[in-house]
Nanobody, 121 residues
Framework: QVQLVESGGGLVQPGGSLRLSCAASGSIFSINRMGWYRQAPGKQRESVATITSGGRANYADSVKGRFTISRDNAKNTVYLQMNSLKPEDTAVYYC???????????????WGRGTQVTVSS
């Protein structure tokens, strides 16, 4: 059983910053790609940023230059530093991981429950 737990969301004014964290725990053999996704009210879930185990990152065009994804492989944790936040960044942010789980190992994709980010004055 694997769990992903997000933290760091909250209310911030436009132009402000937040740092999200997501820690994976449980019967993990290894983690490949990790990523952050978001879903705003009435919209589909979209990819925000992903990062490979080797540290290669990809970003949605809407967040390039403002958000930075990073990971600590020793802690099975991925981060999302969000700067220059805009009202349109308001959404529930979800963490996801592609990983090998024990016993097996077996390849799986896991999601966290999400953390709310609200950008408003």
């Amino acid at each position: 059983q694997v769990q992903l737990v997000e933290s760091g969301g909250g209310l911030v004014q436009p132009g402000g910053s937040l740092r999200l964290s997501c820690a994976a725990s449980g019967s993990i053999f290894s983690i490949n790609r990790m990523g952050w996704y978001r879903q705003a009210p009435g919209k589909q879930r979209e990819s925000v940023a992903t990062i490979t185990s080797g540290g290669r990152a990809n970003y949605a065009d809407s967040v390039k230059g403002r958000f930075t994804i990073s990971r600590d492989n020793a802690k099975n944790t991925v981060y999302l530093q969000m700067n220059s936040l805009k009202p349109e960044d308001t959404a529930v942010y979800y963490c996801s991981a592609d990983l090998w789980v024990l016993p097996g190992p077996k390849y799986d994709n896991c999601w966290g429950r999400g953390t709310q980010v609200t950008v408003s004055s």
